[in-house]
């Protein structure tokens, strides 16, 4: 079978089990479903079992905070049909909860607390320690984007005076290179 | 025992003369620094023919390298092993991120200013200092050892109670044994 047929034929198996998950297709080896929350034990669970994706690469999440939501996705993988699929879902961003998989992954346990540490994502039933990667943390999630890691570390840590004067030599390089500050990339300029 | 103060200063000389050439290192990196240990030990740069040379733990160490960014985690295993080591002790920052932060000022993990936490005796700046720049800092400490200028263990010692105020700022649970001097 080529790529292609792979990936009908997948497709064609996922949605006749769970018929709300709509698929995205990309160049190459890679799949995208998104689904709902609720379908994600069983989604991973039938990808695995069935369909011969017996590799967890990877569960990440994403802050749309202007959408006020946390996106996770989880990255399964088929050695056999060298394939990746990727399982997204949207969680709401106030009450971070979501299912949890290290029943059918017992790596993904690792993942989740990491998520709940830099997220706060909530898995339900997960059993780990509290901490993971930062002792002692008293603050927000950090790896938010409404987390301002440099107010942070201000009042956290001391400075040592003198960074105050460091230029700012984009501007230079950018008369130098005659090239455009892009505007996502303006704010940062000081 | 010697009590008369110039032979005291004469034991002092000698004894300060051989500890700068018998300097062990700590085999402990924190950050990326560490990765230019091996090259200043192996046989392009050759430490070793100045007395430098690696120790396997603590007790037998004189320098502790803090070779890059100190998260707060790494904080605690490192004042531990601090004030596991025994007299004469010296610590060396090497690089940046011990300085003033380097490129991670404004990380939400890592510390800024090393000597807010430690007594530092010599600082190696780069991000991150070759290996002539690492030798360079030896050096350095090697002078200041013989001067008997090198005493951050005495300063450690002696302002305890400030560099403690400032670790418990930033490692609010305090789970450490006290070491007795
Ligand atoms: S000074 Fe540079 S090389 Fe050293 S730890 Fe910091 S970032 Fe890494």
Redesign the pocket.
């Known amino acids: 079978m080529n790529m292609q047929e792979i990936k009908e034929n997948l497709i064609t198996h996922v949605k006749a089990n769970f018929p709300e998950a709509a698929e995205k297709e990309f160049d190459g080896n890679r799949l995208d479903f998104n689904v709902d929350k609720q379908c994600i034990p069983s989604i991973l669970t039938y990808l695995k079992d069935r369909l011969g994706y017996i590799h967890l690469s990877h569960i990440a999440c994403v802050d749309w905070l202007e959408e006020g939501e946390f996106e996770i996705i989880f990255i399964v993988w088929s050695p056999e049909e060298k394939m990746k699929v990727f399982i997204r879902t949207r969680i709401d961003r106030e009450k971070p909860v979501m299912p949890n998989i290290d029943m059918i992954w017992r790596q993904a346990n690792t993942y989740e607390r990491e998520l709940r540490e830099m997220f706060g994502v909530e898995f339900i039933g997960l059993e780990a320690p509290d901490e993971f990667l930062l002792e002692d943390w008293g603050g927000p999630p950090p790896m938010r984007r409404d987390f301002d890691t440099e107010a942070y570390a201000d009042d956290t840590f001391w400075h040592r005076p003198g960074r105050e004067d460091a230029l700012d030599v984009r501007e230079e390089i950018i008369r130098r290179s005659r090239e455009e500050i892009p505007d996502f990339a303006k704010k940062y300029s000081r | 025992m010697i009590n008369d103060k110039n032979s005291q200063k004469i034991v002092d000389i000698i004894q300060n003369w051989s500890r700068k050439h018998s300097i062990w290192v700590l085999a402990y990196g924190t ?3 560490a990765i230019e240990i091996p090259p200043t030990m192996t046989s392009r740069y050759d430490a070793e023919r100045l007395g430098v040379r690696g120790a396997a733990t603590p007790r037998q160490a004189d320098v502790l390298l803090i070779t ?2 100190l998260t707060t985690k790494t904080l605690k295993r490192v004042i531990r092993v601090y004030e596991q080591m025994q007299d004469p002790k010296y610590v060396i920052g090497f ?3 011990t300085i003033n932060g ?3 000022y404004d990380s939400y993990n890592t510390i800024k200013v090393l000597d807010k936490y430690l007594p530092v005796d010599v600082y190696i700046n780069g ?2 200092p070759r290996p002539e720049a690492v030798l360079a800092g030896f050096g350095k400490l090697q002078q200041l050892i013989a001067e008997g200028k090198a005493n951050g263990a005495t300063k450690y010692k002696e302002n305890l109670e400030w560099y403690r105020g400032n670790q418990k700022k930033i490692i609010p649970n305090w789970v450490m044994p006290e070491y007795n001097w």
Do not use: N
């Open positions: 950050g990326c620094g890059g960014y690089g940046s991120c380097g490129m991670y991000c991150m």
